[in-house]
């Protein structure tokens, strides 16, 4: 927070509202001990900053506080999950803390991965930031590395970058993308949208056949190196106004 008053919220409240249960529940916590203030009990159940240096001088039943609300993940979205919160099957949300789970506002994925694309998955309790990162007058750059069945030959870049480009069963061409050759069935797009399989469509538009997808990056926020796929961090604020940097890390 910049120089302004820092909000506060009551304790019962600001708990629940991080999954540690009803508010009668926390109002149980704190009577036995097991909310703490600089290692000493808080029994009263009375307001609190909502700033991250006072949430991290308490901790309850001896663990640190969860981020307080307005937290970004980035996370290595693993291969054969979903970024849904009631399909069947393995789903992102489970990878992260069970608790995490009941906050109230909820965790969203910032946009979507398909179930078969690894990669780059941001998440969120933000609203207002999720927003402004899918809203497609930001034209934010996601990043690809597609493997492809067969080879490319060498008109992709010119069609994906011409702005007319067309995906079946739509009415409004495709904004210019662009296309680097990795290798000879390899390469790496970048776009502006986020339609609908875009990647995927794309290459089955010039006869291709898209056999591995991976996000490598937003704007210019790049994956981890060392993020496992399955695994996540918290990002700081510099790192969340890196992704309405250009891929170079300019303002776009
Ligand atoms: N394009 C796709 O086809 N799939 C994704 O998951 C993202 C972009």
Redesign the pocket.
Known sequence: MSGGAVSTCRLDRLLANLGYGSRREIEILARHGRIKLDGAALREIGRVPLSPEFAARMTVDGEVLDPLPGLVVMMHKPLGVTCSHKEAGPLVYRLLPERWRRRDPAISTVGR??KE?SGLLLLTDDGALLHRIISPRKKIAKI?RAKLDGALNGDEAAVFASGAMMLEGEDKPLLPAGLEVLGPSEARVTIVEGRY?????MFAAVGNHVVA?H?EALGGLKLDEDLAPGEFRLLDAKEIAAIFLSPAGEPS
Request: net charge positive.
């Open positions: 991965l398909d694309t690809y399989h875009q990647v995927r469509r997808l996000r």
